[in-house]
């Protein structure tokens, strides 16, 4: 009967093995060598806002010529209501042929009206330093550049736009440092319509859209350095003309969406925010004493270093290792004390 029994399968199965060599490999402590570069990180890249609409010039008349064709359609029209003409014993219908009376004469009259309204309706004064976006039915028609009196379709709609060469100071904008700190600062920009389609158009409105730029670009840029430059580090928010570049050209690619041309963004002021400024005052205080002391420090080194060379030389003392260090000592002391007596607060 025990022979009949069948063998479990379970007792079939191989035993596995567990392999110690890969995990001491792994925990064998590795020979020193030069640690693994890695890529630095790249800034990211953010995409400007695209504007498919751009500027073009809107089919635009002298003034000059739609005043002399609205002289003459006037002139004409007169002429035809005139209901005798002088001095020739003839009236106007004897000039006009066979529109000289009925219906014919009362056409005529309606098309220099209809001519007349044209031209007045579609005068247009442009004054320097200023253009007229043309619209029709809300699409945009073209941009009229040319100053003085011009003459356009009448139907078309016309906005002001000032292209002149403009400055904006902004209001004390709360920020930080590389750091972490509070700041106040203030940046003036210079700038200028350069698109009018895209300024008109794009965007409701394009100044406030500059303002709202000018803060958001001024807390990214001031977030990335400190305000004080540190040991190893050259980059700080004391270097005005390299934050006003950096500045400057993150503006300009974010208003260029909407027409607008930076020319300079200038941080007139970078401060710290009043609960942070007298614990940095303190420290900057700090700063300068710690300087202060450890060039008292390599000045002192240096004057017992050229004493103790000239007895050497000199020959007036004999002096063991002893001795000499007891005179450099002594020295050194003397020195630093001589040198940081004057600059101690009075208590």
Not at 161 to 170: C, E, F, G, K
Not at 318 to 341: F, G, P, Q
């Amino acid at each position: 009967m025990s022979a009949n029994r069948q063998r479990p399968a379970w007792k079939d199965r191989p035993v596995p093995v567990l392999d110690l060599s890969a995990r001491r490999a792994a925990a064998r402590p590795r020979p020193a060598g030069p640690p693994a570069t890695t890529p630095p990180a790249r800034r990211l890249v953010r995409p400007a806002p695209l504007a498919a609409i751009r500027e073009r010039t809107a089919p635009a008349v002298p003034g000059w010529i739609a005043l002399v064709v609205g002289s003459g359609c006037a002139a004409s029209g007169a002429a035809l209501l005139w209901p005798r003409a002088t001095g020739a014993g003839r009236g106007p219908e004897a000039f006009l042929g066979p529109l000289g009376a009925g219906p014919g004469r009362l056409a005529l009259v309606c098309v220099l009206a209809a001519i007349c309204a044209s031209v007045v309706g579609g005068l247009l004064r442009v004054r320097a330093g200023e253009a007229r976006t043309l619209s029709l039915f809300g699409r945009y028609r073209g941009t009229v550049r040319r100053t003085g009196l011009v003459w356009v379709r009448p139907l078309l709609r016309r906005r002001r736009i000032d292209v002149r060469l403009r400055h904006w100071r902004s209001e004390p904008m709360a920020a930080t440092d590389a750091r972490g700190v509070a700041l106040h600062a203030v940046v003036l920009v210079v700038w200028q319509v350069k698109d009018t389609a895209r300024a008109r158009f794009a965007v409701r409105d394009h100044a406030a859209y500059l303002r709202a730029q000018v803060e958001s670009t001024a807390v990214r840029v001031l977030s990335r350095r400190p305000v004080d430059a540190g040991p190893g580090r050259s980059a700080c928010l004391r270097d005005t003309e390299s934050v006003a570049a950096e500045l400057r050209a993150e503006l300009a690619a974010d208003c260029a969406a909407v027409g607008i041309e930076v020319y300079s963004a200038q941080p007139t002021r970078i401060e710290y925010a009043p609960e942070f400024g007298g614990a940095m005052r303190r420290r900057v205080l700090a700063d300068l004493a710690s300087e202060q002391r450890e060039r008292l420090l390599a000045t002192a080194v240096d004057s017992v270093r050229t004493t103790v060379e000239l007895l050497d030389r000199s020959g007036v003392v004999d002096l063991d290792d002893t001795e000499r260090k007891t005179l450099v000592a002594d020295l050194t002391v003397a020195l630093c004390a001589a040198s940081c007596a004057p600059s101690l607060p009075d208590h």
